[in-house]
Nanobody, 117 residues
Framework: QVQLVESGGGLVQAGGSLRLSCAASRSISRINAMGWYRQAPGEQRELVAR???????NYADSVKGRFTIYRNNAKNTLFLQMNSLKPEDTAVYYC???????????WGQGTQVTVSS
């Protein structure tokens, strides 16, 4: 089993920034991919950003140019730098990981991000 622990959420005014962290209990140097998803009340969970083992990234159109996903393999930690936050970014943000040679998919417990107008 792998544990993913998110941190860094909170309340911020529109236009502000937050950095989310996801600490993994297993080395992330052998991932297929890791990503950040979010779920707003009454909405389905959606992909925010994803990074592959080779470092390729992709983003939801709504966050392109504002959010950056990156990882620190030495610290087994995934990050999401969120700038120019908008009220519509308010959601619970979840970390997701897919490891090589492991059929399971792992999720963190989520961290709340609230952006006030």
């Amino acid at each position: 089993q792998v544990q993913l622990v998110e941190s860094g959420g909170g309340l911020v005014q529109a236009g502000g920034s937050l950095r989310l962290s996801c600490a993994a209990s297993r080395s992330i140097s052998r991932i297929n991919a890791m990503g950040w998803y979010r779920q707003a009340p009454g909405e389905q969970r959606e992909l925010v950003a994803r990074i592959t083992s080779g470092g390729r990234t992709n983003y939801a159109d709504s966050v392109k140019g504002r959010f950056t996903i990156y990882r620190n393999n030495a610290k087994n930690t995934l990050f999401l730098q969120m700038n120019s936050l908008k009220p519509e970014d308010t959601a619970v943000y979840y970390c997701n990981a897919d490891f090589q040679s492991d059929p399971n998919e792992y999720w963190g417990q989520g961290t709340q991000v609230t952006v006030s107008s």
